[in-house]
Every structure is written in structure tokens, then in C-alpha cells.
């Protein structure tokens, strides 16, 4: 294993590689920076907090219980969701969408961040319990965001009608897509355990939920990872009291505006809120709550109350308000004993916006972790590597940069005209001198001269570079396609690849060699590179 900065990948934004580095704009808008040490004053304050009450973690149990009931539970995760009762137990949390089977590679690495960082809390503070949490996206509704997977050269989807949340739509049709993907895993050990995991999931569970808890339940469930689905009527009823106040008092549109305002300019805003930041769920439906002309309306519905109206109906009816992307953070932190949040770089960036909208409900806000991203070289394309002689760093080169410094490397030629330039420049400075000494006119002149004479030089270095090209295109078209391997559509494999892919090389040594790997307070981007033997 070895690693590169986050910052020397060229794949994060500033705003999360500034955070990495604990630039000092960034410290009003997030609690305590995730070191092992400070973790410390963080379960102080969660402890003392009203929302980590016996009668809290009791609701939070009970709901799990239910939810597990018809799963086959590792000893360890059954004693997670127990050991959720005891005042010394605290949460580390990651979430996602239900994306099919998985999704891109990085659903992996959040889990385990997740669960190694649980490990190393353990050993550290061994007084207290720390319990992995996948939180599902079960309340989300953009389906086109999750109804495919890619698979090698294919993209594997699930094409069906959709209204709602994701959760609770039916996995009707994904016979299909089994058939379609089965037919191109091919023979071998690993197919035949990737086609039974996806039938076991999708093709004998009723809804996008119960297959998403069994997939991640089966991967990660030895480990004590705890599933939850929060659309929950008895979560929500814990939530029910800051939603109330969400729709009297418009709390997060007007804290998020503010922070917005003072946000360094250098940083892009990930999440504007709108004035009340709640939908409403009923069958097939999942819409915004607005507030117009005295009442409260669900958009594109009939649907609508007076203010008592709704508060009525939240008290009878928890179960169908559902928080949007600002307000599902603080409903994690206000039913889970929580301590951290693990996200990727986009979902950092809009935690960012919300510190102050926690100190407006009065809840804590948790501690933010980047999770741990990866590059998996397999031992082929590490033989590859080698043999190119193509190091880690050039991995990570844009494309065109890559092919023109190795083409550089490999010519004959020199293709490199700094010391022509530099001699002109030095011919045109004995020009300038004379100019001084006559009509002004004559200086614009000269540097226009120069500026057309460096531009030729420049054109003429481009077109020696692109002949060279041309010369040593078989060799360069072994460097492209490597990268090309590693990087599909130049972008992260861990964006882009599906687990499935790599199960089929290191079959169920695949998430022991990467939870091995995975160190997720080290701050860097991991290079996985052995071979798993």
C-alpha cells in the first residue's frame, strides 16, 4: 500500500482539501476537527446531551429489532443494536443511497471507513462502545441517480416507472436486470457468488430497503455494521418537535442563509435552502411542503392544512414528513447517539453550511470525516506498471500531460526549446536597449516582434511534440490504455466501478484486504496495490 495527498490527485475540491490541511476560514463552520484525540470532548458533549436519554435509545432499539427481524444477524451486529441501550455507547455513521447492488465502488470504502474507525475509537477509549451505522437513503426519490450499475464495459439498469420514496418502491422487473447481469459474469467461483448475492437481494426481497439491508447486512454484517432505515414513524416521532418548529419558524432557512453569507468566497455552496425543508410521503408520492397565501401545501398535490391543521396532523402523522438533504443531518444527530459523520467530499461541503442551524435546534454537531478513497491496482496491472515504468504520481496526470511528458521521455529528440526561448529573449533585450534610445514608437514594436517570435517557437515545440506523437504511438497507447483501465472515462475508479469487478479478481479476500488497507484518520488517498494471496 502507499498514498498521495488528496490535494495531488487534482480529483478533490480546495474547500475539502483546505479542510484536510485545517485551513483556519473553515473552523467556524464545523465542531471539532476528527483526531483520535479530540474525540474525546466529543463524547462529553453528546453524553450530556438530552438526546441520548434512555427513553431515546429505547425507540432507537426497538425500531432496529423490528427492522432486523427477518434477517439473519451476524452475534456481533445483534450485540451492536443491544449494546444501543447502554448510556457508554456511541455511534459512528456514514450514509448512502440504495443504489443498485452497490453502485460505484466508493459505497465500500464508506462502510469501512466507517467500521475502522469504530476499531480504533475501541482501542482508544475502550470504556465506551462505538457501533458502526449505515443510515439508507431510503427517503430519497432521485431514482435515476441509483437504478444502474456498470460492469465492466456495460451499464447494468433497472428501467421501470418510479414516484415516491426509493425505499419503498418495489423490486418488480429486477429479474431482468438479474438475467442480464448473470449472463455477463461468466463461469467461475466469484460469479457464481456475485449472481447468488444479487438474487438473494433483489429478486427475493419486495422493496428497494429490505434488499439494500440484506446486500449490506451479507458484505459487512461479521464486522457489527448496523443497518437503519429512518423512515420510521417512531423515529420520526423523536423528530417530531424540530420539525414542528421547521414549520413555524422557517429555523434552517434562515441559520443556512446566514452561514451562506459568511462562507469564504473561495468555496463554492453546495445546498441553498428553501424556506420550510421538509417533503411529505404518501404512496407514490414524495413532495416539497410549502407555505402560501396562509397555508401549508404540498406541492404538486390537492393536499393542504391550516397551521393547527398540520401540526395535528404531524402529531398523528409523523411517519409521512420526510426531511430534505439540509434537515436529514439533523435528524440522524437527534436520534442517534452519534458521534461522527463519514461522507465524500460533496456531502462534507453542505455539513459545512449547517453548524449553525444545529446551534439554532440545539443539537450537536458531530465531528466531519472525509471517507477513505482508493485506487485498487490489481496484480496484472501492476506488472503493467512496472514494466512501463509508470509511477503512482503520473497515474493521476490529466491524459494530454501524461502522453506529453512520456513522449518526452521516450523520443530521441529533445523536445524541450526553454533554452531557445531563453536566447531569444535575451536577443530582444539588446533590441529594447536601442529602442529606449529612439522614437517611443519603436518599443511596441519590438516586444511585438518578441511576442510573435516566442509564439513561433511555441507552435514549432507543439508540432515536434505531436510528430513524436505520432512516432511512438504504440508506446504511448499502452500508457493511455492502462490509465484508461484505472480510470475509467478519467475519472476515480472508485466512482465509477462496481464492486462486482474486483470480487471477480480477489473473490471474499476482497473487503478483508481492503478493511486492512483502509486507515481512515490517515488523510490521504490510499494506492492498494498487493496481491491478495
Not at 16 to 30: N, Q
Not at 160 to 172: D, K, Y
Not at 264 to 282: A, G, H
Amino acid at each position: 500500500m502507499s498514498s498521495i495527498p488528496f490535494r495531488e490527485t487534482n480529483y478533490f475540491s480546495s474547500l475539502i482539501c483546505d479542510y484536510l490541511e485545517e485551513h483556519t476560514d473553515l473552523k467556524p463552520f464545523y465542531n471539532r476537527y476528527p483526531n483520535l484525540d479530540d474525540f474525546a470532548a466529543q463524547i462529553e458533549e453528546k453524553r450530556h446531551s438530552e438526546l441520548v436519554s434512555e427513553s431515546h435509545r429505547t425507540v432507537l432499539v426497538e425500531v432496529l429489532q423490528k427492522q432486523y427481524e427477518d434477517i439473519s444477524t451476524s452475534e456481533v451486529t445483534t450485540k451492536n443494536i443491544e449494546l444501543l441501550q447502554q448510556q457508554n455507547t456511541f455511534t459512528i455513521t456514514t450514509g448512502h443511497q440504495l443504489n443498485l447492488f452497490t453502485g460505484p465502488l466508493y459505497f465500500l470504502y464508506k462502510i469501512i471507513s466507517t467500521i475502522n474507525l469504530c476499531e480504533e475509537l475501541s482501542i482508544k477509549y475502550p470504556a465506551q462502545n462505538f457501533i458502526p451505522i449505515y443510515w439508507m437513503a431510503t427517503e430519497d426519490h432521485d431514482f435515476e441517480e441509483i437504478n444502474y450499475f456498470n460492469f465492466k464495459e456495460d451499464k447494468i439498469q433497472w428501467n421501470r416507472g418510479f414516484g415516491g420514496a426509493v425505499g419503498e418502491l418495489s423490486t418488480e422487473g429486477l429479474e431482468e436486470v438479474f438475467a442480464l447481469f448473470s449472463r455477463k459474469l461468466g463461469p467461475g467461483k466469484n460469479a457464481a457468488y456475485l449472481r447468488s448475492l444479487f438474487e438473494k437481494a433483489y429478486v427475493k426481497h419486495s422493496n428497494l430497503a429490505d434488499a439494500t439491508r440484506f446486500l449490506a447486512n451479507e458484505l459487512f454484517g461479521k464486522y457489527g455494521l448496523v443497518v437503519l432505515d429512518a423512515n420510521d414513524s417512531d423515529l420520526k416521532q423523536l423528530f417530531a418537535p424540530y420539525i414542528k418548529q421547521e414549520l413555524l419558524q422557517q429555523t434552517s432557512f434562515k441559520a443556512v442563509s446566514e452561514t451562506i453569507e459568511k462562507f469564504p468566497s473561495d468555496y463554492k455552496v453546495q445546498v441553498n435552502p428553501r424556506e420550510i425543508n421538509l417533503f411529505y410521503i404518501t404512496k407514490g408520492v414524495r413532495e416539497r411542503i410549502v407555505y402560501e397565501n396562509g397555508l401549508y401545501k404540498v406541492n404538486n398535490t390537492d393536499i393542504s392544512w391550516t397551521k393547527e391543521g398540520i401540526l395535528d396532523h404531524l402529531q398523528e402523522a409523523s411517519g409521512c414528513f420526510s426531511p430534505n438533504v439540509l434537515l436529514r443531518p439533523l435528524y440522524q444527530e437527534v436520534v442517534l447517539p452519534n458521534l461522527c459523520y463519514i461522507g465524500g467530499g460533496g456531502e462534507l461541503a453542505y455539513w459545512f453550511e449547517m453548524k449553525a442551524m444545529f446551534e439554532a435546534f440545539d443539537v450537536v454537531f458531530p465531528m466531519l470525516l472525509l471517507r477513505n478513497s482508493a485506487l485498487v491496482i490489481t496484480e496484472a496491472q501492476q506488472k503493467k506498471l512496472s514494466k512501463l515504468n509508470f509511477s503512482i504520481s503520473e497515474l493521476f496526470f490529466k491524459q494530454t500531460d501524461l502522453l506529453a511528458k512520456k513522449t518526452k521521455e521516450l523520443s530521441e529528440l529533445h523536445i524541450d526549446f526553454s533554452t531557445q526561448k531563453e536566447f531569444l529573449k535575451e536577443q530582444f533585450a539588446s533590441l529594447y536597449d536601442l529602442a529606449k534610445q529612439t522614437d517611443k514608437s519603436f518599443i511596441g514594436a519590438v516586444a511585438a516582434q518578441e511576442k510573435k517570435q516566442l509564439k513561433g517557437l511555441a507552435n514549432l515545440e507543439k508540432r515536434l511534440l505531436k510528430a513524436e506523437k505520432r512516432k511512438l504511438k504504440e508506446k504511448l497507447n499502452s500508457f493511455s490504455a492502462l490509465q484508461d483501465e484505472l480510470f475509467p472515462s478519467q475519472s476515480l475508479q472508485e466512482r465509477n466501478t462496481n464492486f462486482s469487478e474486483l470480487y471477480l479478481e480477489y473473490g471474499d479476500g476482497l473487503i478483508p484486504m481492503l478493511k486492512k488497507e483502509l486507515k481512515p484518520l490517515d488523510g490521504d488517498f490510499t494506492i492498494v496495490s498487493r496481491h491478495f494471496e
